[in-house]
């Protein structure tokens, strides 16, 4: 048969081939094997949010940092200026509320004497009323009482208008108070926002921002590469997926540490890939193809090493190799 197939060496090759074939055919019902892997952590991208020019930079390319470690500052001053002046018009509102509030209780102290006179001029014309009747009292006596309690009630609703304009300039200080206070809040929220300190520890990945340099809001400064979620992103083809669980073990390679085998599990399956790379980047993009071949396509799944390698660091980006076990 050896010999036969020696003698015909185009049936050897394709009897190879088809070997082959069916051996990886057999192959995928119990592993899933991708070279397409690399090593992955969680990255915090640092932005400015006020603008100005960076006035510090307090570390350097692949520095180590604590969480809370100052990172940059932006020019202080025109903020800490904004905030002064903010505060300045929350003083006036509140001096404004104080002057108005003065004014309400003046306007009540005018009310009550206006109907002090108003109760004292009706009593008069009553009393005058009375004496006419009985022939004691002129008519020109009564035309003046009348004119005196009529002006009386005048000056009683004058006062009341005037009290009702000192209580809605109590209403507009305090509506100036609100908006002085939520200025002063906003200059400083800003302020704060100059000093810019790491949220995480972990590694300064290269950054080309300099002293002196314009920032406006939404500017990238610079990326701490941290430690949290140390894990490898396995690109995997779909046809593995209708087998891939969570908690599957996998064995590894990393670049970074080569012909050391590690072991793992599947701690998370992508639901889903953007088709083309126009798509916003929310969803993972996976080129398809590589030089001129096509590929299926390939979903991103996370394995987490059971121990990351003591006195191996993390180099995000660094390739891998996964082995995972159905």
Excluded at 224 to 232: E, F, L, M, N
Aim: proline share 5%; no cysteine.
């Amino acid at each position: 048969m050896l010999s036969r197939l020696i003698r015909h060496p185009v049936s050897l090759i394709i009897g190879v081939i088809l070997g082959l074939f069916a051996a990886y055919e057999t192959s995928v019902r119990f592993f899933a094997y991708t070279g397409d892997a690399y090593v992955m952590s969680d990255i915090v991208v640092l932005s400015a949010q006020v603008e100005g020019p960076v006035s510090r930079l307090a570390v350097q390319n692949n520095q180590s940092v604590t969480a809370d470690q100052l990172l940059f500052e932006i020019e202080r001053t025109p903020y800490a200026l904004k905030l002064r002046e903010t505060q300045a018009a929350l003083a006036t509102a509140r001096a404004n509320l104080e002057l108005a509030q003065d004014e309400v209780n003046a306007a009540k102290a005018a009310v009550t004497s206006a109907q002090a006179v108003q109760t004292n001029a009706e009593d008069q014309l009553t009393r005058i009323k009375t004496l006419e009747k009985e022939g004691y009292s002129p008519e020109a006596t009564l035309d003046v009482a009348t004119r005196d309690v009529a002006t009386a009630s005048a000056n009683v609703t004058a006062a009341g208008a005037q009290l009702a304009v000192a209580a809605r300039r109590v209403s507009v200080a305090q509506a100036a108070i609100e908006s002085a206070a939520a200025a002063v809040a906003k200059a400083q929220y800003d302020l704060s926002k100059t000093v810019i300190n790491a949220p995480d520890a972990g590694r300064v990945a290269p950054f080309v921002t300099r002293v002196g340099d314009y920032l406006r809001p939404g500017s990238e400064v610079m990326a701490i590469v941290t430690d949290k979620r140390r894990r490898v992103v396995a690109n995997v083809s779909e046809r593995h997926l209708a087998r891939i669980r969570v908690g599957q073990r996998a064995l590894l390679t990393l670049g970074s540490d080569p012909w050391a085998l590690h072991w793992g599990r599947v701690s998370g399956i992508a639901g889903g890939v953007a088709r083309t790379p126009d798509n916003p980047q929310v969803i993972p993009y996976v080129e398809p193809t590589t030089d001129w071949v096509r590929l299926p396509r390939r979903f991103p799944v996370e394995v987490t090493l059971d121990a990351w390698p003591e006195g191996l660091g993390l180099f995000n980006g660094a390739d891998a190799r996964v082995l995972i076990w159905f």
